[in-house]
């Protein structure tokens, strides 16, 4: 049985842990994994974290079973953190998921129970567990563009030539900010503009918020999903608690479905509980519950806000540290992007055979479309990577 297995493809982003972790050169520069590293290259717990996590320890009196789609408290923190006040939480159905992954998977078989044969779209480029995902589930996917090589931000005008190929009931699968893998995103304008043309062709927006906190902040980051919510009778909302709460081994994740009606929202319910049912049964609870203090109790949550603010500060100082480097370097504005992308990535356009040149010259890490992770930077990389850059030729 065993032996009729094929081969299955290694996650491009997953390799680099290992092949960074392997290469023996003492200077090396890790910038692919989407994880936070502080300027000492450690993956901190956030303070906010650990002292939930002991409040837990000293009260937690019990390990059963949670409620089969996580846990109401939960839910409800999650959707005012990523919702605020758009929508009545009457309309939202709920799952815990183990991680933003688990959500997408989810929220996909979900999609797929709905509406089999519904197409989803993804913007070229996106995350690669995405189409990934979606292959595997045999859901059809298609692409719209999203962004422009040349300036390195949103080709807008392409994404919505492309969505005009929308056709109703479609699922337009978007980053609700600091999007992975450009660093590119949609201004508020541009929400607006592509939420008229989705309204208009009937397609139900589905939004993956895996960084919440990283770009210009918890509030403005999720301005976009906030607006669809306010406009659409549907969505679904999938957000991770991995990056801007540092819990990514807890896999803390929720997908959220908003439906037009109270019976709509009962359907959901019951199906996405069924999900969970079928594929891990109850969803990991840990990770959720120290979410849920931490957002229910005003000092861990100030304390929160705080350091991922000045996680999110730190990220945009380097970004703007490498394109001033940049800059000097070469007389030129061309690397300017990189100042004005916001989240843990940036695509910086060099061609697979720079990126392998700065991997072999000088141990630097990136995937191999270029995206790196700002956050493995510090003050002392960020001129090893500007050079490395200019000697390949960028
Ligand atoms: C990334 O894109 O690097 C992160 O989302 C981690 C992952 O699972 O790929």
């Known amino acids: 049985m065993l032996g009729d297995l094929k081969d299955q493809p ?47 320890w000293e009260q937690e009196t019990t390990k059963s079973y949670t409620g089969l789609a996580g846990e109401p408290d939960f839910h409800h923190a999650m959707a005012n953190l990523v919702l605020a006040d758009t929508v009545e939480h009457e309309r939202l159905a709920f799952a815990a998921t ?134 659409f009778p549907e969505m679904l909302v999938a957000a991770s608690c991995s990056k801007n709460f540092g819990i990514y081994r807890e896999r803390t994740g929720i997908l959220m479905a908003l439906a037009g009606d109270r019976a709509t929202q009962k359907l959901a319910q019951s199906n996405l509980t069924f999900l969970n049912r079928q594929n891990y049964s109850f969803p990991p609870d840990h990770g959720a519950r120290l979410v849920t203090m931490i957002l229910a109790d005003p000092g861990l949550r100030d304390d929160w806000m705080a350091e991922l603010e000045a996680v999110r500060r730190g990220m945009l100082d380097l970004r703007r540290q490498l394109a001033d480097t940049l800059r000097d370097m070469t007389g030129s504005d061309r690397f300017a992007f990189i100042a004005q992308h916001r989240g843990m990535f940036s695509r910086l356009g060099a061609t697979p055979e720079q990126v392998a040149a700065m991997r072999e010259d000088r141990g630097i890490y990136m995937v191999s479309d270029s995206r790196i992770n700002i956050a493995g930077l510090n003050r002392t990389s960020v001129p090893v990577l500007a050079e490395a850059m200019v000697k390949a030729g960028m």
């Open 10 to 56: 290694v996650d491009k982003i997953i390799a680099l842990i290992q092949a960074y972790r392997e290469d023996p050169r003492p200077v090396k520069v890790d910038l692919g994994v989407g994880v936070y590293r502080n300027p000492e290259g450690v993956t901190p717990v956030m303070r906010a974290v650990k002292a939930a996590e002991k409040r837990l």
């Open 98 to 231: 183990p991680g933003g992954t688990g959500a997408i998977r989810q929220g996909a078989e979900l999609i797929r129970m709905a509406a089999p044969g519904a197409t989803i779209w993804l913007s070229a480029p996106t995350w690669p567990n995405h189409p990934s995902i979606l292959k595997y589930l045999g859901i059809p996917v298609r692409e719209y563009r999203y962004f422009d090589e040349e300036s390195r931000g949103v080709d807008f005008s392409g994404m919505l030539a492309d969505l005009e190929s929308v056709a109703p009931g479609d699922v337009v699968l978007l980053h609700g900010c600091c999007h992975n893998p450009t660093g590119a995103n949609l201004n508020g304008p541009q929400w607006e503009e592509l939420a008229d043309l989705m309204l208009s062709k009937g397609a139900v927006p589905f939004v993956d918020i895996a960084y919440q906190g990283f770009g210009d902040g918890l509030d403005d980051d999720a301005g976009g999903v906030r607006l669809l919510a306010s406009r």
